[in-house]
Each structure stands twice: as structure tokens, then as C-alpha cells.
């Protein structure tokens, strides 16, 4: 059975840091990518990460958002830096499967505000 669990949301002050953790068990995964859904927005892919390591980023968080993996721990981190009040979201994990199916974790919120 696959499971895709996120931790590390929080509240944070504009200009500071979060990291972000997703690990995923149950299966091989081709990619791993962090989305995010702001309220009465749709949800917007954030950075993505293959199974090979390529790497890619909304405009919106180039520079300040960087996505890393641990093979070992099958976990995908994402770095959240220089966080802007238009970051605010939840953030959600998803993982695609060697047959293509997406799976997704329950959802972490991201709250920038002074």
C-alpha cells in the first residue's frame, strides 16, 4: 500500500525559511513533486523531482525554493527561502508510481505572515 506523508509546515515570518519533508513507501516512484493550493486558487505544481534527479520550478520560487531527495530514506525535501506572504498555501506531496499512478499526501499548511 502506498503512503505519502508530508511534515514541516508551519507559520513563518516574511523573509524566513521552511523545510518541507515527503516520504513515500509502498512502491518504486518515477518523480516526486511538491504542489500547492492557495485558497479559491487552483492547485500549481512547485517544483518536481525525477527519479534520475532533473529538477524543475515554477517561476514563482526559482532562486528561493530548492527541491533534494534522500534515496536511502525514499523522502523528498523541499527548501523554502526568502518566503513571501503570496507562498501562503498548502503545500501537498506527490509521487508517481513506475505505473503512472499519482498519489498524494494529506496536505501541509504554509503560512507567511508578520
Known amino acids: 500500500q502506498v503512503q505519502v506523508v508530508e511534515s514541516g509546515g508551519g507559520l513563518v515570518q516574511p523573509g524566513g525559511s521552511l523545510r518541507l519533508s515527503c516520504a513515500a513507501s509502498?512502491?518504486?516512484?518515477?518523480?516526486m513533486a511538491w504542489y500547492r493550493q492557495a485558497p479559491g486558487k487552483q492547485r500549481e505544481l512547485v517544483a518536481r523531482?525525477?527519479?534520475?534527479?532533473?529538477?524543475d520550478y515554477t517561476d514563482a520560487v526559482k532562486g528561493r525554493f530548492t527541491i533534494s531527495k534522500d534515496n536511502a530514506k525514499n523522502t523528498v525535501y523541499l527548501q523554502m527561502n526568502s518566503l513571501k506572504p503570496e507562498d501562503t498555501a498548502v503545500y501537498y506531496c506527490?509521487?508517481?508510481?513506475?505505473?503512472?499512478?499519482?498519489?498524494w499526501g494529506q496536505g501541509t499548511q504554509v503560512t507567511v505572515s508578520s
Open positions: 506527490n509521487a508517481v508510481s513506475i505505473l503512472g499512478v499519482n498519489h
Open positions: 523531482m525525477t527519479r534520475g534527479g532533473m529538477t
Open positions: 509502498g512502491s518504486i516512484f518515477n518523480a
